[in-house]
């Protein structure tokens, strides 16, 4: 599976943005697909997961309430809405497949990552 996410950019505080990633490759139906981001000298986070038939979400309890991930196996593409982002969501995101889960080594398959910035 090849992921690529995009939507990154620089936003205010109490802003929106919306990330893609888009799938290719393997069947990307047969895949829980995560979020993850890296903020400068940080280790990288878990997000957000989704399963592979949509119908389970999982959120860190940093980001609950207010971003939201989605999917659309029609379109291979796996979103992440995030909405009120706050000056310490500023990272650069990932987007992975694999196995539903919060741990790293649950995935198998990585996004090159997308920068997310958040001014104050």
């Known amino acids: 599976v090849q992921l690529q996410a995009s939507g990154g950019g620089l936003v205010q505080a109490g802003g929106s943005l919306r990330l893609s990633c888009v799938a290719s490759?393997?069947?990307?139906?047969?895949?829980?697909m995560g979020w993850f981001r890296q903020a400068p000298g940080k280790e990288r986070e878990f997000v957000a997961v989704?399963?592979?038939?949509?119908?389970?979400?999982y959120y860190a309890d940093s980001v609950k309430g207010r971003f939201t991930i989605s999917r659309d196996n029609a379109k291979n593409t796996v979103y992440l809405q995030m909405n009120s982002l706050k000056p310490e969501d500023t990272a650069v995101y990932y987007c992975?497949?694999?196995?539903?889960?919060?741990?790293?080594?649950?995935?198998?398959?990585w996004g090159q990552g997308t920068l997310v910035t958040v001014s104050s």
């Open positions: 490759g393997r069947t990307f139906s047969n895949y829980a």
């Open positions: 992975a497949a694999g196995i539903l889960g919060t741990y790293i080594k649950n995935y198998d398959y």
């Open positions: 989704i399963r592979w038939s949509g119908g389970n979400t």
